[in-house]
């Protein structure tokens, strides 16, 4: 966890438990662009909800990196930064923030919706992977379902991609549950890009939480499109304060090796296997 101080730009305001989720981004990134730096050709950071870069911890005085400028400070800098968000002034901030600490790197930013910016995206991995052999590490980290369509993580899955994904189970799904199971409610067939996870709802009620339902039937859906299944081992589950869980964090690559270095994240090592190409 990198903590810093008050520079006066835009911040946002993030739970305590948050810095568990810092922390294995921090360890993934550096072991991701660590290891693939010399086996690839290009590596690319793409962070999906990218926010401004600094966020206060609720109710202290304290200020942390939150994951663009996490990525941006890995000690082998990835070759490209893909940075997006809905609003343009955390990403005006973000900037700010990096061209101050990291003019190094080479980032791009793109604001508004990103479900519908996937074309953007697409086209700038396809100007790195021209001629070469380009690997991305995607952090998709939404506030609710309704930021999140699977279909943007399936466009973008047509280059070799990495994701590492926030599914807001408990905060968002199981909460808001009696939302979103009306009839007249698409939000979840969008975040799981099917409507067929109704009927599968109707054989699992009784035995699963609402929120659990979506993380496997997540999970199922990300397994289908050719994605390793997520073992319980793999998830991470976040609680707050009062052990209330909230949200877990789940990882997907059709890399066996990419899992290795997720649970050697999960276990806060830096072991150096190869993902080969």
């Given at each position: 966890?990198?903590f810093?101080?008050?520079?006066?730009?835009l911040?946002?305001?993030?739970?305590?438990?948050?810095?568990?989720?810092?922390?294995?981004?921090?360890q993934?990134a550096?072991?991701f662009?660590?290891?693939?730096k010399?086996?690839?050709d290009?590596?690319?950071y793409l962070?999906?909800?990218?926010?401004s870069g600094?966020?206060?911890?609720?109710?202290t005085d304290?200020i942390?990196?939150?994951?663009?400028l996490i990525a941006?400070?890995?000690?082998e800098k990835?070759d490209?930064?893909?940075f997006?968000?809905l609003?343009?002034?955390?990403?005006?901030?973000?900037?700010?923030?990096?061209?101050?600490d990291?003019p190094?790197?080479d980032?791009?930013?793109?604001?508004?919706?990103?479900n519908?910016?996937?074309?953007?995206?697409?086209?700038?991995i396809?100007t790195?992977?021209r001629?070469?052999f380009?690997?991305t590490?995607c952090?998709?980290d939404?506030?609710?379902?309704?930021n999140l369509?699977?279909?943007?993580l399936l466009?973008?899955?047509?280059?070799?991609?990495?994701?590492l994904?926030?599914?807001?189970?408990?905060m968002?799904?199981?909460?808001n549950?009696?939302?979103y199971?009306k009839?007249?409610?698409?939000?979840?067939s969008?975040?799981l890009n099917?409507?067929?996870?109704?009927?599968?709802?109707?054989k699992?009620?009784m035995n699963?939480?609402?929120?659990k339902?979506?993380?496997?039937?997540?999970?199922?859906?990300m397994e289908?499109a050719?994605y390793?299944?997520?073992?319980n081992s793999?998830y991470?589950l976040?609680r707050?304060t009062?052990n209330?869980p909230i949200y877990?964090?789940a990882?997907?690559?059709?890399?066996p090796?990419a899992?290795?270095?997720?649970k050697?994240?999960?276990?806060?090592?830096?072991?150096?296997?190869e993902?080969?190409k």
């Open positions: 966890m990198k810093v101080e008050d520079d006066g730009l911040m946002g305001n993030i739970g305590s438990w948050a810095e568990r989720k810092y922390d294995l981004i921090e993934y550096n072991m662009s660590t290891s693939m010399s086996k690839w290009k590596i690319v962070d999906l909800f990218s926010s600094y966020g206060r911890i609720k109710d304290r942390v990196m939150t994951s663009p941006a400070s890995v000690r990835f490209k930064y893909i997006c968000d609003k343009s002034e955390y990403l005006n901030d973000l900037n700010k923030r990096i061209i101050r990291y190094e790197i980032a791009e930013y793109i604001s508004g919706d990103v519908y910016n996937t074309g953007i995206i697409l086209d700038i396809s790195i992977t001629g070469r380009s690997l590490f952090l998709a939404p506030f609710k379902i309704d369509s699977l279909q943007t466009e973008l899955s047509k280059y070799k991609i990495d994701f994904v926030l599914i807001p189970s408990y968002d799904a199981h909460r549950e009696k939302y199971i009839e007249e409610s698409a939000l979840v969008k975040f099917t409507d067929s996870w109704r009927d599968a709802w109707e699992s009620k699963m939480k609402f929120g339902f979506v993380v496997d039937f997540f999970n199922s859906q289908s050719g390793l299944p997520m073992l793999e991470v976040i707050n009062k209330t877990y964090l990882f997907y690559s059709k890399h090796l899992k290795k270095f997720w050697n994240a999960l276990h806060g090592t830096s072991g150096q296997q993902l080969f």
